[in-house]
């Protein structure tokens, strides 16, 4: 697992400020990462030493290049290792012989080919760790910082405010792409590589700290420590920059070429969903997507955004962008009378005035109508944003005037948009206009498509501000029993409800434990990860004679090395539920709840948390169902009880975090009911040693 710094004399800034930088496995040869590094490095001569290092000596790129690092008359504080696998242990022993504080390690094949490239790597982090500095990467694509002038990654990058940490040097440049359409750049590049040291939260940290940077994009395969990267960017979005996540995990393909790419291990896409939510961090599925966020959040930072206003020219744009909008999740909401009558004094009397608003050749025979239905619009209490539409940006193609004044309106809607305070999208037929351009310019997001700009809308409310995390409990004694019986009494010990029960292993054992209970009775074998479906349940047995019928018929079957008889449970008014957890390699204990029984499967009706979850925790996971509302009375059943279900589901997250022996734990079915729940069954799972 990555280590997480700082540890005593070691600073991931040193990475992107460094004082001297030296590149070793400098080339000529345009076809290697040793040149397109030498020629970005040297793009920083004047503003601090650059040494080219190759091990023939002569010149590269036209400058006199050291055989070595022990050539150089002064230490180096960076230093770039672009040379072939066999030969990066020693050069990294030259960089720190050299008095280096960081190692940027563009060179590839250690994790991410095997066991023997694995101990190579580890073999050298070690190393690096014990001389009080750190690596970026192995496997990465080098590093650059536009306030301090670094450049030391493959490719020229646009200057801006946006961070980017990412397991992918492509994804870089693509993204670069989209954000200079909306007029932003890199505050600070890093590639991850295979987080041999400097792991994806130091870097949020890092950038965190650092005054350029206003908001933190992260493309990442394999989060190290989960809980870091979570701790981190909820610290981030404390501190005012919201962290950007894209991310793989959603695919059984995306995993094996995340694990072919840097030796990843990858986190279930559920999980990590879990995680964001913690952390409030936002995450989004493409490069696009990532950009037009950023774009959107620059415009106004985090909030809120659930009722929409549109603002159209057209009724068919009005009507569209109704349309998508709704279906990326957001309402368009009937104006009150108000508001409509306020906006039908503005406008001509075809026009539509409840939401939609439909200008209605307005904009031809009035440009500056833009800016004032906006504003009216804007000041709306119930408005919390705004996506307009159309042709706006293309009637300067109608003369000289009417663009005139459409580049007049766009300068004014950028100022009305900054005294307001909420969101204001904006889709236009003629995105490359210059009243386009003004609004990106001043702030304003511009899209070519309109369901990018709903889509952005979406994003934008998608992450609440961080959770405050529940207290983890301290580690228990370790569990070294997984049968049901001993689960059950886990557990029934942490206060979760159960019928009353007994272990039997003969029928005489079984009678007598039935008579104390009282019938009518459930037979369960032991043994058995789904005992329903492999017909190791028997209920309703209301004799002697039939328990011991079933009991028969049970071991002649499964012969099972025991079986529990428990009190045959009041099934009127419940809602079956499913809590669990289960152990994730990177984020730890993750809690799970659900629909349950023999719905789990069928319906997939489940909600996620990064455990210990406390019982409001637990309480909003229950209600974020698609099915909550069978649990708070639907078609005239009664409520249940959804504090006392929340408290199970606190219980078992706790149990989890302090039994860090325990791989999987599952109660299912936990029956709620108006006034009680009672837990029907229990399932430990041991981890592997």
């Not at 991410?112 to 001389?131: D, H, I, P, Y």
């Not at 991310?247 to 559920?270: E, F, I, K, P």
């Not at 003969?506 to 037979?523: C, K, Q, S």
Request: net charge negative; aromatic share 4%; glycine share 10%.
């Amino acid at each position: 697992m990555t280590a997480v710094l700082p540890r005593a004399g070691r600073d991931a800034d040193v990475l992107f400020d460094p004082s001297s930088v030296a590149v070793v496995g400098a080339s000529d040869d345009e076809s290697k990462y040793g040149n397109w590094i030498a020629v970005q490095a040297l793009r920083m001569l004047g503003r601090r030493p650059v040494h080219l290092v190759n091990r023939r000596g002569g010149t590269v790129l036209g400058r006199p290049a050291a055989r070595s690092l022990a050539e150089l008359a002064e230490p180096v504080e960076l230093v770039v290792v672009a040379v072939p696998a066999a030969g990066f242990e020693a050069a990294v022993d030259d960089a720190l012989a050299a008095g280096a504080r960081a190692v940027v390690g563009i060179t590839a094949g250690f994790a991410e080919l095997g066991a023997e490239g694995r101990a190579l790597q580890q073999r050298v982090t070690e190393r690096v760790r014990s001389a009080g500095a750190v690596l970026l990467g192995p496997n990465c694509l080098g590093v650059a910082d536009s306030t301090t002038g670094l450049t030391l990654a493959s490719n020229p990058l646009p200057s801006g405010t946006v961070s980017l940490l990412s397991q992918s040097g492509n994804m870089a440049l693509e993204l670069s792409g989209f954000l200079t359409g909306h007029g932003l750049g890199f505050a600070r590049f890093a590639s991850l590589g295979n987080q041999a040291d400097v792991g994806v939260a130091d870097l949020i940290r890092s950038c965190t700290r650092h005054a350029g940077t206003e908001l933190i994009a992260v493309y990442c395969e394999d989060f190290g420590d989960g809980r870091e990267f979570t701790d981190a960017a909820a610290q981030a979005r404390r501190a005012g920059k919201p962290v950007v996540l894209l991310t793989v995990g959603g695919s059984a393909a995306s995993v094996r070429g995340a694990a072919s790419h840097t030796g990843s291990l990858t986190s279930d896409s559920d999980v990590i969903d879990a995680a964001c939510r913690a952390a409030g961090v936002y995450r989004v599925a493409t490069p696009r997507e990532l950009a037009d966020l950023a774009a959107t959040l620059r415009q106004q930072g985090p909030v809120e955004v659930r009722r929409v206003a549109v603002l159209a020219d057209g009724g068919g744009h009005a009507s569209v962008a109704a349309d998508v909008t709704e279906a990326a999740g957001l309402a368009v909401p009937e104006f009150s009378p108000r508001l409509s009558d306020a906006l039908r004094r503005e406008l001509p009397p075809s026009a539509g005035v409840r939401n939609p608003i439909d200008l209605a050749g307005a904009g031809e025979q009035d440009i500056t109508s833009f800016t004032r239905v906006l504003e009216v619009t804007l000041a709306e209490p119930d408005t919390d944003a705004v996506l307009m539409t159309g042709y706006f940006g293309g009637y300067r193609e109608y003369g000289e005037r009417l663009g005139a004044g459409e580049l007049a309106t766009a300068h004014r809607i950028a100022d009305l948009v900054r005294g307001q305070g909420k969101p204001v999208v904006v889709h236009t037929m003629r995105a490359d206009s210059p009243a386009a351009r003004a609004l990106a310019e001043r702030g304003v997001p511009v899209f070519g498509a309109v369901e990018q700009a709903a889509r952005a809308l979406a994003l934008l409310g998608s992450a609440p501000a961080p959770e405050a995390p529940a207290a983890v409990p301290a580690p228990a004694e370790p569990v070294t029993d997984d049968g049901y019986w001993s689960s059950r009494a886990l557990f029934a010990a942490a206060g979760v409800p159960f019928p009353d029960g007994a272990r039997v292993t003969t029928a005489a054992e079984a009678v007598a434990a039935a008579e104390r209970i009282g019938y009518p009775v459930v037979l369960k074998a032991e043994g058995l990860l789904h005992k329903s479906d492999a017909g190791g349940v028997a209920l309703g047995l209301s004799t002697a004679d039939e328990l011991r019928a079933a009991l028969a018929d049970m071991h002649a079957r499964l012969r099972a090395p025991g079986y529990t008889v428990e009190a045959m449970a009041d099934l009127r008014d419940t809602v079956e539920l499913i809590a669990g957890v289960r152990r994730d390699p990177r984020f730890g204990p993750v809690v799970m709840v659900g629909l349950g029984g023999v719905f789990t499967e069928v319906l997939a009706d489940v909600a996620f948390a990064l455990a210990p979850v406390d019982q409001a925790g637990a309480e909003q996971l229950l209600r974020s169902l698609r099915a909550a509302a069978l649990l708070t009375g639907a078609r005239g059943r009664p409520p249940v009880d959804v504090p006392a279900a929340a408290r199970v589901v606190a219980t078992i997250s706790a149990l989890a975090a302090a039994h860090p022996e325990i791989a999987e734990l599952e109660i299912n079915p936990l029956l709620a009911a108006p006034g009680r729940v009672t837990a029907l069954d229990a399932r430990i799972v041991l981890a592997d040693d």
